[in-house]
Nanobody, 116 residues
Framework: QVQLVESGGGLVQPGGSMRLSCAASGFTFSNYDMTWLRQAPGKGSEWVSTINSGGYSRYYADSVEGRFTISRDNAKNTLYLQMDSLRPEDTALYYC?????????RGQGTQVTVSG
């Protein structure tokens, strides 16, 4: 079954950078588009970014465009999110996800807190 394990979160000051990783297993990673979602305290889930299976098409929410970069290494079954110029409003639990039958399978998430 799909297993997704996020890592790399933590506490960072506004303006700082952080790189999240997601290790995927249980499916053929290179065949699927991959997505980052986030959920801030007291709010619903928000789509952040998607990368296609080959890694050559990338899509971003307006709120992160120009600051975040999604990438993947299909040889390592790993998804990444490079986050620069972080803002307090980026504070959230970040999940990597893959779509199945119209819904997202996601990992447990990694907490990103932007404060300082």
């Amino acid at each position: 079954q799909v297993q997704l394990v996020e890592s790399g979160g933590g506490l960072v000051q506004p303006g700082g950078s952080m790189r999240l990783s997601c290790a995927a297993s249980g499916f053929t990673f290179s065949n699927y588009d991959m997505t980052w979602l986030r959920q801030a305290p007291g709010k619903g889930s928000e789509w952040v970014s998607t990368i296609n299976s080959g890694g050559y098409s990338r899509y971003y929410a307006d709120s992160v465009e120009g600051r975040f970069t999604i990438s993947r290494d299909n040889a390592k079954n790993t998804l990444y999110l490079q986050m620069d110029s972080l803002r307090p409003e980026d504070t959230a639990l970040y999940y990597c996800a893959t779509e199945r039958d119209g819904d997202y399978e996601r990992g447990q998430g990694t907490q990103v807190t932007v404060s300082g």
